[in-house]
């Protein structure tokens, strides 16, 4: 879908949704993310329900971001070295068994917090692996000047999932038990995994690398820190910024149940309709971002810092109002500054690295985003718990200033010292490959 020879992208809606087989990745992961934002809260809900405990209810979101920093590295060889159509289907698969089947075959007498912590982990490594094999699949499904725009498409079905999982799962909490409420996930990740058994990936996009001994698996490891560390300074510092806006949008929709009810005392279901406004701003700014694919990197990083700041800004309003209205409105626009950083972080990864590392470097970059998460959902859930709510949103409030402040300089630093960044068009390609894609390892 060239855009006449102007290496402008001509993205519009159609049947097909960029390509073919993008749209089958589209539709599969509208189904799956309904069904996460239906079984998100009912964790949450769950868990702080019957424990009274921010610091409790934390651990769910502290056990799905451990795998990313325990095997991140790891799971980066394996999204390099084996196919993705197989890391996908096998993912979606699992996640369906442990967060889907076996609460439905569980007695309830036997569903207790311990178990179901260790479900939420094992279901967070899988999805540690799907996140990054979905993210370096995308070269392979739609045109380089598309990336971005495939990106924000496919955060699109997050915000769908947002806006109508929770919803769903305020009324299944108020009318069945959390365990028939999971239950939902099971259909919608076996209907990703069958979306996925349908896709056409290329026979070559899968590197075997250093082979399959240890020390080849951990020499590949290292390739992969080298080239961030050393090679692509641009990464490393959009690595900083991610890391500043995990740390704070974690903690956040952590604890947001806690802040619904504290400080506007809502029940389960006004805080899905609640968190559902989130998800309806994060759907706006998505859906926006599918026409920016062809602003330069400067500009798209510049967007992103702006972002930040309008969320840390709504943050601060929801301390001051009481007003369910006003709050939902504060709600579409965090949601609106929350969905910017990721789509155009990942297209700038997806655009500079080689196709042979690119596992590595989304599993390098996930690994500074979940650690400067983990810490981020610690420290404001004894915030939280210690101090009251008011302090918790304010800190995080200031965590995406921070973060807006990064992604500044990110850019200036860009603007100021970097060769390629321009989105090429499809005639350029060849030469700015050599500008931004190292050809030695």
Sequence with gaps: MNGGGTGRPNVKWSPHLLTRDFTLVWWGQMVSQVGDGVSKLALLWFVYSITGSPLKTTMIGLLQTLPPILFGPFIGVIVDRVPKKLLLISSDLIRALVLGVLPC????????????????????????????????????LVSRHEFTAANALLQTTTSIGIIVGPALSGVGIATMSSQEVLCVNAVSYVISAACFAFIRFPRAESQPAGGGSLAGTFSDVLDGFHYVLHRQRVILMLIGAASMYTFATSAFSTLFPVFGKKLLDLGPIEVGYLWSAFGIGLLLVSLGLVSLSAWSLPKRIQLMALSSFISGLALLGLIVTSNRL?????????????????????????????ASLLGRVLAIYNLGAMTSAIAGM?????????????????????????????????????????????????EESQSVVMVTQPTSH
């Design 105 to 140: 075959l569980l007695p309830v007498d036997s569903f207790s917090i311990e178990r179901l912590y260790l479900m939420v982990f094992v279901h967070a490594v899988a999805s540690a692996v799907f996140g990054p094999a979905l993210t370096a699949a995308i070269p392979s």
């Design 326 to 354: 006003i709050a939902a409105a504060l709600m579409v626009i965090i949601g609106m500054g929350a969905g910017t950083l990721t789509p155009v972080a990942w297209g700038v990864l997806q655009e500079i690295a080689p």
């Design 378 to 426: 610690t420290i404001f859930g004894w915030v939280t718990q210690d101090f009251g709510e008011r302090p918790s949103v304010f800190g995080i409030g200031v965590g995406l200033f921070l973060s807006a402040l990064v992604s500044m300089r990110v850019a200036r630093w860009v603007q100021t010292n970097w060769a390629g960044a321009t989105v090429p068009s499809e």
